[in-house]
């Protein structure tokens, strides 16, 4: 049992009237002063109203760490792949090509190109004919490929060499090249022109292409130099394989045999 001092007024003592006009009586100094006794209380244990403890609080673990997956070795390949059985197995077929397809040609550039390399070494007119004639005609699988020189002065035309027509006495004619239907078009347009025929010849045709047989299709360029034509070449019937190319072929050829004529007439 615990004792706490309370304070509490006692019932048998009255409370002290206060008089009008008296003089409240202090104690001399140093003199102890006098208190009343005051009543105690005694309270019991369940008395006292304490506050419940706070109950402690625990910190939380941290989570386990996550399991670490550890990749699995592949597996081994296998020491030897079973065969597939005898009825799965199927010969391949040769796939035919399509009847509309064409083989592809190679580059009629390299042939020029090595046929070419020994017109530099040349100081004849005619060699130099004979030349272009027959790197022209290999390089194009052309039926035949005739070199003309043109002459300003007299408006004449002159067939210095011919490839595959040989034996038809193409070689050395000549024919006036303004009434030419095939290199009158070639001297107006300065470049080549393509004139198909397919086995039919007009009456204005050169006699040449009479004597050369009906052609399907003639390619004719002229050989320009100072602006003026000094030569005109025609390939007829050439591979239809290379008929994108034949008047750049052609184009090329009359170029070098130009460059021939403009060196052989400056000396």
Do not use: K
Not at 180 to 187: R, S, T
Not at 251 to 261: D, G, I, K, P
């Amino acid at each position: 049992m615990r004792r706490l001092t309370v304070p509490r007024p006692s019932p048998s003592s009255p409370p002290r009237p206060a008089l009008a006009g008296a003089v409240p009586i202090l104690p001399a100094i140093g003199a102890p002063l006098i208190r009343e006794r005051l009543e105690t209380l005694d309270l019991e244990d369940d008395d006292i109203v304490e506050s419940a403890p706070q109950p402690a609080r625990r910190s939380s673990a941290p989570p386990p760490p996550l399991p670490i997956r550890r990749s699995s070795a592949p597996p081994p390949p296998p020491a030897s792949v079973p065969a597939p059985p005898v009825s799965t197995v199927r010969a391949t077929s040769i796939a035919t090509p399509l009847p509309g397809l064409r083989p592809s040609a190679p580059d009629p550039t390299d042939v020029l190109f090595d046929g070419l390399y020994e017109l530099n070494f040349v100081h004849s007119l005619d060699d130099a004919a004979t030349l272009c004639a027959a790197a022209l005609g290999a390089a194009l699988g052309a039926r035949a490929v005739v070199v003309h020189a043109h002459d300003l002065a007299r408006r004449e035309l002159r067939a210095l060499a011919a490839h595959g027509a040989e034996q038809c006495g193409v070689v050395g004619s000549t024919e006036p090249s303004d009434d030419d239907l095939v290199a009158a078009g070639a001297i107006c347009n300065e470049g080549p022109i393509t004139m198909r025929f397919d086995g039919e010849l007009p009456r204005v045709a050169p006699r040449r292409l009479t004597a050369l047989g009906a052609p399907r299709t003639v390619v004719a360029v002229p050989a320009m130099a100072w602006g003026r034509c000094l030569g005109v070449i025609e390939v007829i019937d050439a591979d239809e394989r290379f008929a994108p190319r034949v008047a750049d072929a052609a184009m090329y050829v009359a170029e070098r045999f130009a460059e021939f004529l403009s060196h052989r007439v400056a000396a």
